[in-house]
């Protein structure tokens, strides 16, 4: 069993910045997918950047340029940093572990982030 526990966010006016921080419990960390995605209200849960165990990334068209992805195997955690935020960025931010060789998927209870214009 693994637990994800999100942290880091909060509320910041557009322009802003926050840093997200997701750890991860349990072995095999760097065989994991870690993913963001995000849910604002009335809206569905969207992908917002993943990272693969490589250290690929991808990241949804809307941030890239602003949002930056990565991770310390060392410390089973990555880190989502969120600049120039805009009220769009407003959401609950849940962070997801996958293994996709062993079929294990485990998702954070999430953190929201809200941006004021």
């Known amino acids: 069993q693994v637990q994800v526990v999100e942290s880091g966010g909060g509320s910041v006016h557009a322009g802003g910045s926050l840093r997200l921080s997701c750890a991860a419990s349990g072995s095999f960390f760097s065989e994991y997918t870690m993913g963001w995605y995000r849910q604002a209200p009335g809206k569905q849960r969207e992908l917002v950047a993943a990272?693969?165990?490589?250290?690929?990334?991808n990241s949804k068209d809307s941030v890239k340029g602003r949002f930056t992805l990565s991770r310390d195997n060392a410390k089973n955690t990555v880190y989502l940093q969120m600049n120039s935020l805009k009220p769009e960025d407003t959401a609950v931010y849940y962070c997801?572990?996958?293994?996709?060789?062993?079929?294990?998927?485990?998702w954070g209870k999430g953190t929201l982030v809200t941006v004021s214009s």
């Open positions: 997801n572990a996958r293994h996709v060789v062993r079929g294990m998927d485990y």
């Open positions: 990272i693969n165990s490589g250290g690929t990334t």
